[in-house]
């Protein structure tokens, strides 16, 4: 099996069914995987800040950085390769906090909140989810099956 | 009360390098001389050829193709030879590291992520780099490499305090062991004589509330950096972002979320052009 990693403000897509795409430690950013079984093409994004206004310059030369940058462009290269938007499934992991992180800096909120957003205005419906808490997680996604895997706190991957 | 093990494997690290303190020393100094400098490190084989490994970094901006240890010295200027130097003589210590998962790498790679960070918030605060600062961003976790392997031999002990108790990683680290690593950290700066401003960051890591008001800024600011490089994972291990957040600091140094934000997108990039200082440490 040929292992992609996707690093961090990075998104990776493939139809090719020995890829395995994989992304480490999302701590407050979220790693967003998308995959249509009818084609068997499926994309993994991480994500790391909620909104691009604050340096457009680097959205530009990197959409990936951002949730409204990179959400979009992981659907569209998933669409340059056959994907179909009904036929896609969607899952999310990350987004950790702080402790008592409930005055400031909550970029994991922040950035929970901005993806909801974006898929509510666009329609998409969230598969599964492992959001929140505070320990980092490691996403991978199987091109030939779909199946998307999460470690959980317990250091065990898990399918999401 | 620390126990007669921990205290045993603190007293069996190495040395801190000698060289380092000395550089340090030489360099502060205003008229300090090259030759001395230059004379000062050459001695050290393992920091002389880390030093040439890391300079051409484009981190540090030299714009020539640096090939000695006199050119190094004369392109980096002083604050840049001071990162250069605390980073060569550091990185030795992280070769093994057990209990927080990802090893002495990721650790390393952590420990420089904080050190840039704390450089790019200082700039931004006080509009200054600080050597001190860039040091105790390296050292901020060494506890955890002496740590690491009591932390192994109690994880379950230390995750069920932590999951299902509400314990923060450093609370359930000094209930089951009786000393967490940014105390043991301090003890170890200590032993290998760094000034008290640098023991004290790394003592008051997670907790620069608990530290007397006065001299305070360089714990807030390594406090601040540690939780950026937690929140983005750059070398994110077992305990992940299970510490305290402190809202005190948005006050301390008037810190907008947009700054706090704009600081991290800058950090990816300093990350990306200091490759050569992650590469101080291999993989297990």
Known sequence: MNQIVVGISDLKVSGNIGDMLITYALGSCIGVAVYDPGVKVGGLLHFMLPDSSIDCNKAQKNPAMFANTGIPLLFKSCYKMGAEKKRMIVKIAGGASIMDDINYFRIGQKNITALRKIFWRNGVIIDGEDIGENHNRTVKLHISTGKILVKNSANVFEEL | ?284
């Not at chain 2, 030299?62 to 030879?81: N, T």
Request: glycine share 8%.
């Open chain 2, 1 to 284: 009360m620390i126990s007669d093990k921990i205290l045993k494997s603190i007293n069996n690290l190495p040395a801190f390098p000698a060289t380092v303190h000395r550089v340090s020393e030489v360099i502060s100094d205003p008229d300090f001389s090259v030759d001395d400098l230059v004379n000062t490190i050459k001695y050290d084989q393992s920091i002389t050829a880390n030093i040439l490994r890391m300079c051409n970094s484009p981190y540090f901006g030299i714009r020539y193709k640096v090939s000695s240890l006199r050119e190094a010295v004369v392109y980096l200027g002083r604050e840049s030879i001071l990162h250069v130097v605390y980073a060569a003589g550091t990185s030795r210590f992280y070769k093994k590291v057990k209990g927080y998962y990802w090893g002495a790498a990721k650790l390393w790679e952590h420990s420089v992520g904080v050190a840039l960070m704390s450089q790019i918030l200082a700039k931004k605060i006080y509009d200054r780099e600080d050597s001190g600062l860039f040091t105790a961003g390296l050292l901020h976790d060494i506890g955890k490499v002496v740590l690491g392997e009591f932390v192994h031999e109690s994880f379950q002990e230390i995750m069920d305090l932590v999951s299902n108790q509400g314990y923060s990683f450093l609370e359930a680290e000094k209930e089951v062991i009786g000393i967490n690593h940014a105390e043991l950290g301090g003890e170890i700066a200590s032993l290998w004589n760094f000034p008290k401003e640098i023991r004290d960051a790394i003592t008051y890591h997670h907790r620069p509330d608990l530290m007397e008001k006065g001299n305070d800024s360089i714990p807030w600011l390594i406090y601040l950096a540690d939780q950026a490089c937690m929140m983005m994972g750059i070398g994110g291990g077992a305990d992940g972002l299970a510490y305290r957040g402190l809202k005190e600091v948005v006050n301390k140094f008037e810190l907008r979320q947009r700054d706090f934000e704009k600081s991290i997108v800058l950090l990816l990039k300093d990350l990306d052009e200091a490759k050569e200082l992650l590469a101080l440490v291999d993989n297990e």
